[in-house]
């Protein structure tokens, strides 16, 4: 299924374009004015919207309309509805909500939405959602700030969550891809949706936050079917008892068992995230291509961040490689005394961006390595900034250049900021805490042998 | 023990200190400049050190001095230390390398310094150290950047990573009172530093990073004192078999397993941290007031962040607690019809400042409630901060005042940092993340039933 019309509209119209700041309709409007397509307001009232010629209804507007945001109030959406349906609309995005959120007879008026909708061969994203971005196209149909453009396609089930977790992100310099948040699922649901993503080449990764699931079969379908091309990484709220009946009653949905959901996600090739930073981890860790096996080299300019490095990867299962003889001698040979050329590797804190350089390059080409975690924290050597440390392993990456992922965790809060930048713009991900690149690393291995059906 | 002398000194003098910005002992004088005793900068070679008067040699200073840092190359190390005792110094901090962490000769070296130490009645921390910091009296006698002020005193025993977490809890904006780089513990260790730490007041909490102790029965024993009073929280590196083979080959010492060390903290009182995060959460919150009991509510503008935070609180061994019918009724009559009066208490979107300082209020009266967690995420109605959410949160816990434990969960990255800092001003630790909050009441309520014994 395509959904182009929903991640690459030719034009979309904005019906409740606002000149109200107080108005999610004003922000809305104010975040599409960017976008490279055109976009027009629709407003029953105002002759010009934030400065752009405005419309009465959809059908005046004098051109075609792939995608319509409806933000008008709650007792104008049918309507809405059926002049987009009218005007020939692709695809709405309804962010107005007070439909399935509020009991049964907002779901009985949900359903008529997408009766009509589909009458008219469109589909719906929402209603009680945020809205959508693709952060590729500058296209940012949702009343919150832009996300980073990056390589994870995030579908969140709530709408206050998700625009959370993009703040987060945005303070993180961690980048999306596409951002959708659902919201009631009325039409469109994850399965759909994931299965759109598959054909995105923009999204390396497909990042869920799930609240509860109305048709689990489809889910598995899909995701069966998904997770043999692209990684797929779950986050599943109310595992707990207490957390379960809590999500029941704010979704109004089951919850359901999580020890279904778990079971499921597994049985359909579904990563499972215990929390939002470990779906993240995973989840951008796949601009690294796919390892080999699960045999992990660390290299370290302290000791500390290496064993609690080597901590997190026993913990996923992945194990710590056992460097060829040749390898630990080669290393010998340029690194001091003190250093420890076992692996995980501590080239002590003299280490600078040559050393990271020569070592990168000598455990990426060590045929017992699958996986190489490059450790930088502070250089304590006055003078030194972990920008060196980072373009050393770029430079050995590029050089080797034999498929192996490689992933940095860069332990120095903003000392570490541009040494970071320099990273992932190589597409290699970097990260802050142990326990992140840990299972990064794990998530690449294991769809590895989701991938090649070895699990 | 006091070791005012090191949080406290009346006058430090700098053996060491330098005009060339690539040597350490230029950081540590620069970092010693803003500290409001009198500090004197040691040189052989300079008149003047950084625009101040230097001198030759410390026993050439016409004053007393109570601390000594020493950053001289290591061959003048011995003589500097019996300079200090011949001047009367008490406390040394060493931060010069290439000791007992380099092999057995070093390690000789080593006790030789700590018994002349000793002759003249001088403690040692150090050598091998990135310094001591006192955040409360603006003191920082290390080479990396001022910690932000706040009440964890936190004890590493790796240099490199501590600094990483010194620069990552910058940006983070998460303080500590002290920060102590212990290095190869030669004289003073983590037992002497906590018996310290018990009796300073800007201390609510010790945090220690720990890859091994050699003298494990002195260091039960004091903590088992100590947190009696105070809670101690210990991140051990080196939990998995491959990370407790590269402790070993780090630190030199014998990691030991790490069940043993594991049963070791529980017997005395330890809180057992998993992960950096895991330990600065637990610690930050001893700012609030013990509960009496496990029972949390929740509060909360969103249902997702409230589920994940369920699923924390059941995590940990936490009750949600079950809100008395009266306080539901209570809520009923104020928050919308579609909010959950039922724990978590949802209170929608919509939720203003007011309904944040009518729920926080009903929460705190009632007495099935033990713990209050006030959950926030990105406001989605336009012109609306978490500002005026935290501020209800805040003038709630005045009016009620009875004594029962607040911390707040503000989910947006930059966009709540301000509310984060009005909560904190007034001691209410707030974090992003479900998993910290959790693992935070949590050790609010252990440190509760290790103090008065009935755990």
């Given at each position: 299924m395509?959904?182009d019309?929903?991640?690459?509209?030719?034009?979309?119209?904005?019906?409740?374009?606002?000149?109200?700041?107080?108005?999610?309709?004003?922000?809305?409007?104010?975040?599409?004015?960017?976008?490279?397509?055109?976009?027009?307001?629709?407003?029953?009232?105002?002759?010009?919207?934030?400065?752009?010629?405005?419309?009465?209804?959809?059908?005046?507007?004098?051109?075609?309309?792939?995608?319509?945001?409806?933000?008008?109030?709650?007792?104008?959406?049918?309507?809405?509805?059926?002049?987009?349906?009218?005007?020939?609309?692709?695809?709405?995005?309804?962010?107005?909500?007070?439909?399935?959120?509020?009991?049964?007879?907002?779901?009985?008026?949900?359903?008529?939405?997408?009766?009509?909708?589909?009458?008219?061969?469109?589909?719906?994203i929402?209603?009680?959602?945020?809205?959508?971005?693709?952060?590729?196209?500058?296209?940012?149909?949702?009343?919150?700030?832009?996300?980073?453009?990056?390589?994870?396609?995030?579908?969140?089930?709530?709408?206050?969550?998700?625009?959370?977790?993009?703040?987060?992100?945005?303070?993180?310099?961690?980048?999306?891809?596409?951002?959708?948040?659902?919201g009631?699922?009325?039409?469109l649901?994850?399965?759909?949706?994931?299965?759109?993503?598959?054909?995105?080449?923009?999204?390396?990764?497909?990042?869920?936050?799930?609240?509860?699931?109305?048709?689990?079969?489809?889910?598995?379908?899909?995701?069966?079917?998904?997770?043999?091309k692209?990684p797929?990484?779950?986050?599943?709220?109310?595992?707990?008892?207490?957390?379960?009946?809590?999500?029941?009653?704010?979704?109004?949905?089951?919850?359901?068992?999580?020890?279904?959901?778990?079971?499921?996600?597994?049985?359909?090739?579904?990563?499972?995230?215990?929390?939002?930073d470990?779906?993240?981890?995973?989840?951008?860790?796949f601009?690294?291509?796919?390892?080999?096996?699960?045999?992990?080299?660390?290299?370290?300019?302290?000791?500390?961040?290496?064993?609690?490095?080597?901590?997190?990867?026993?913990?996923?299962?992945?194990?710590?490689?056992?460097?060829?003889?040749?390898?630990?001698?080669?290393?010998?040979?340029f690194?001091?005394?003190?250093?420890?050329?076992?692996?995980?590797?501590?080239?002590?804190?003299?280490?600078?961006?040559?050393?990271?350089?020569?070592?990168?390059?000598?455990?990426?080409?060590?045929?017992?390595?699958?996986?190489?975690?490059?450790?930088?924290?502070?250089?304590?050597?006055?003078?030194?900034?972990?920008?060196?440390?980072?373009?050393?392993?770029?430079?050995?990456?590029?050089?080797?250049?034999?498929?192996?992922?490689?992933?940095?965790?860069?332990?120095?809060?903003?000392?570490?900021?541009?040494?970071?930048?320099?990273?992932?713009?190589?597409?290699?991900?970097?990260?802050?805490?142990?326990?992140?690149?840990?299972?990064?690393?794990y998530?690449?291995?294991?769809?590895?042998?989701?991938?090649?059906?070895?699990?």
């Amino acid at each position: 299924m395509t959904l182009d019309y929903f991640f690459n509209p030719r034009s979309i119209a904005v019906l409740g374009a606002s000149n109200d700041p107080l108005k999610l309709g004003y922000e809305v409007f104010k975040n599409l004015k960017n976008y490279g397509g055109k976009v027009y307001p629709i407003n029953i009232k105002e002759e010009e919207v934030q400065g752009v010629k405005a419309y009465k209804n959809v059908k005046d507007i004098p051109d075609e309309v792939d995608m319509a945001v409806i933000v008008v109030p709650k007792r104008f959406v049918k309507q809405a509805v059926i002049d987009c349906g009218e005007k020939g609309v692709k695809g709405i995005v309804l962010i107005t909500a007070g439909f399935g959120e509020m009991g049964e007879e907002g779901k009985r008026e949900e359903r008529e939405l997408v009766e009509i909708a589909h009458k008219y061969g469109m589909r719906i994203i929402g209603p009680n959602c945020v809205g959508i971005m693709n952060t590729h196209n500058n296209m940012n149909a949702t009343f919150i700030t832009n996300a980073v453009k990056g390589s994870v396609a995030f579908v969140s089930q709530s709408g206050a969550l998700g625009a959370g977790i993009v703040y987060k992100t945005i303070k993180e310099n961690v980048g999306f891809s596409k951002f959708i948040s659902v919201g009631n699922m009325s039409d469109l649901d994850f399965g759909d949706l994931m299965e759109a993503l598959a054909e995105d080449e923009e999204s390396k990764a497909i990042a869920l936050y799930i609240e509860g699931l109305k048709d689990g079969k489809k889910f598995m379908e899909i995701a069966k079917k998904v997770s043999k091309k692209k990684p797929i990484i779950a986050l599943k709220a109310g595992k707990s008892e207490s957390g379960a009946r809590a999500a029941s009653s704010h979704t109004g949905s089951l919850a359901g068992s999580y020890a279904i959901y778990d079971a499921a996600f597994r049985q359909s090739g579904v990563l499972v995230a215990n929390n939002i930073d470990e779906m993240l981890s995973m989840a951008r860790a796949f601009t690294q291509p796919l390892p080999k096996g699960k045999r992990v080299a660390i290299m370290t300019n302290a000791g500390g961040p290496g064993v609690l490095t080597a901590d997190e990867i026993d913990k996923h299962g992945l194990k710590l490689a056992n460097l060829k003889e040749e390898t630990m001698q080669k290393l010998r040979e340029f690194l001091p005394p003190m250093a420890a050329v076992k692996n995980p590797v501590d080239m002590i804190a003299s280490a600078r961006g040559e050393d990271y350089y020569k070592t990168a390059k000598l455990l990426l080409e060590d045929e017992n390595v699958d996986i190489l975690i490059a450790i930088c924290v502070v250089p304590t050597f006055a003078g030194m900034t972990p920008t060196e440390h980072a373009e050393g392993v770029i430079r050995a990456v590029k050089e080797v250049n034999n498929g192996k992922p490689v992933l940095g965790l860069f332990m120095a809060g903003y000392v570490s900021e541009k040494a970071k930048e320099l990273l992932e713009r190589e597409g290699i991900p970097s990260y802050e805490r142990p326990e992140d690149v840990g299972i990064a690393a794990y998530a690449l291995a294991k769809f590895g042998e989701i991938k090649n059906g070895n699990e």
